[in-house]
Antibody, heavy 126, light 108 residues
Framework: QLQLQESGSGLVKPSQTLSLTCAVSGGSISSGGYSWSWIRQPPGKGLEWIGYIYHSGSTYYNPSLKSRVTISVDRSKNQFSLKLSSVTAADTAVYYCARDRGYCSSTSCYRWFDPWGQGTLVTVSS | EIVLTQSPATLSLSPGERATLSCGASQSVSSSYLAWYQQKPGLAPRLLIY???SRATGIPDRFSGSGSGTDFTLTISRLEPEDFAVYYCQQYGSSPRTFGQGTKLEIK
């Protein structure tokens, strides 16, 4: 059974860079043509999709965060990572990683999230 | 981007009752590419429904989804105690993928 587990710094100072890793177990990050996503949820609020990466390294970022986000993949360690620069208190959230599932046409892919990692809280504070 | 609006924000019902949750889209969702998730406190969201009406693996048949275009519905036929949670819809028909703000289903 595929499992995902987030890890990384739980406290980040304003203006610094948030760094998280998602370890994938029970399956290879390189198989099945899946993409892999990051999603966040501020305390008591709704969900926001951050972006995804394929095992090839190709990415897509939500335009709302694009200028500050980098998602990368390490196939040898079966994991992918998130970096978010110039953080502020508004970036305080539970960050989830998830596998994307769905369909692709010749031009686009259409994907939902399943399964999800358990999430990790990142607080931005001095 | 497509904005999803869920209603009601909070729904108060008793076990055994039928729950109807709505998700409205600001523009048509391509090919009914809409999913529903359940989230319990302190846990990650869990996929219930994809493609508007297909149940995910292991999801009880009391959960059903319907709709197309801009109007979608999640129905729970007979509420069990474990169904009280927050429910989110999510569209994946266009980028960026977006979520609704959630409906909290609480025990009356």
């Amino acid at each position: 059974q595929l499992q995902l587990q987030e890890s990384g710094s739980g406290l980040v100072k304003p203006s610094q860079t948030l760094s998280l890793t998602c370890a994938v177990s029970g399956g290879s990050i390189s198989s099945g043509g899946y993409s892999w996503s990051w999603i966040r949820q501020p305390p008591g609020k709704g969900l926001e999709w951050i972006g995804y990466i394929y095992h090839s390294g190709s990415t897509y970022y939500n335009p709302s965060l694009k200028s500050r986000v980098t998602i990368s993949v390490d196939r040898s360690k079966n994991q992918f990572s998130l970096k978010l620069s110039s953080v502020t208190a508004a970036d305080t959230a539970v960050y989830y990683c998830a596998r994307d599932r769905g369909y692709c046409s010749s031009t686009s892919c259409y994907r939902w999230f399943d399964p999800w990692g358990q999430g990790t809280l990142v607080t931005v504070s001095s | 981007e497509i904005v999803l609006t869920q209603s009601p924000a909070t729904l108060s019902l008793s076990p055994g009752e039928r729950a109807t949750l709505s998700c409205g889209a600001s523009q048509s969702v391509s090919s009914s590419y809409l999913a529903w998730y359940q989230q319990k406190p302190g846990l990650a969201p869990r996929l219930l429904i994809y493609d508007a009406s297909s149940r995910a693996t292991g999801i009880p048949d009391r959960f059903s989804g319907s709709g197309s275009g801009t109007d979608f519905t999640l129905t729970i036929s007979r509420l069990e105690p474990e169904d009280f949670a927050v429910y989110y819809c999510q569209q994946y028909g266009s980028s960026p993928r977006t979520f609704g703000q959630g409906t909290k289903l609480e025990i009356k």
